[in-house]
């Protein structure tokens, strides 16, 4: 019989390690703008980003402004965060190539924004 802790443990472990990962980059109380939300069908992205957003939470981090490709307005952004706020993008299975209106969002981004 398969101990079900083990697994548990592990994921735990993994959280972890996750949560101080992301607090080495971002403070309790930040405000930032998570870009790119997953307006598509595919749950596996829709997940990624429920999964952003509670790790964000979890480690107290407010999302003051989000956004699909569509949505997106520099100015609105701009307003919210400001100049100097941070911006994070969705990761998960749009990076690279094979989905080429992520990738050029993302470069879009970064471009702009530096």
Known sequence: MINKNIFLNNINHQQDLL???????????????????PNHNNVGDNAIWLGEKAALNKIGVEIIYQCDLYSYS??????????????????GGNLGSVWPEHQKFREKMIESLD
């Open 19 to 37: 949560y101080a990962a992301l607090g080495k980059f971002l403070s309790k109380g930040e405000r930032v703008a998570l870009l790119d939300f």
């Open 74 to 91: 520099e100015r609105a952004l701009r307003k919210r965060i400001g100049n100097d706020g941070i911006v994070l993008l969705h990761g």
